[in-house]
């Protein structure tokens, strides 16, 4: 497989961490250089770590993968939307508020996993192709972590101008964002 091909690929996989990225930018408050630079670790890893795993596993898990990926990714972000649009319209007190929109480990972990679904089915084409591994991790797990740090940056700038609501838009997004998955998953887009 070409160089330009991998770069494709890899500007592919990167676009749903991308999406999260600006989500979870306009609504962290107060989100450091730090947390924003572990959303480019996080994506980053995750996206060059998974087509590690399917590469080794190579064909056998081929079917199974792409059969429950869809199914998993789905689960995973409509249940995070759907916990950000809860949180935003249920938490009236200041109290409630002043923990709605913190950085989370597990949160980002869950998203990480759920975006890198896809990462893992590509690793296992290489593997079919043939192809050596070791150039399209590096080009995917940098271009994840490019594009995550960025779209954390304009995130946090855009919800500077949006308000405290804007978390709803951000779980809306989630949501779209994980049925477009399984609806490609499915065959249907």
Known sequence: MDLLTIAIISIALAMDA??????KGFTIKNITT???????????????FM?????????QLEHFVSSIAPWI????????????????LTEKDQKDSDRKGRFS???????AIATSIDAFAVGVTFAILKTPIIIPIILIGL???????????IGKKIGHFF??????VGGIVLVLLGLK??????GVM
């Open 51 to 59: 087509p590690i795993l399917g590469w080794i596993s190579g064909t």
């Open 18 to 23: 991308f999406s999260i990225s600006i989500t």
């Open 163 to 168: 308000g405290d609501k804007f978390e709803i």
């Open 181 to 186: 998955i399984l609806l490609d998953g499915l």
């Open 73 to 88: 990714a789905f689960i995973l972000l409509v249940g995070i939307g759907l916990k950000m649009i809860y949180e935003s």
């Open 105 to 111: 480990f597990k949160e980002l972990t869950l998203l």
């Open 34 to 48: 730090m947390e924003t630079l572990w959303f480019g670790i996080f994506f980053g890893g995750f996206q060059a």
């Open 143 to 153: 271009t994840s972590f490019i594009f995550s740090e960025i779209g954390v940056i």
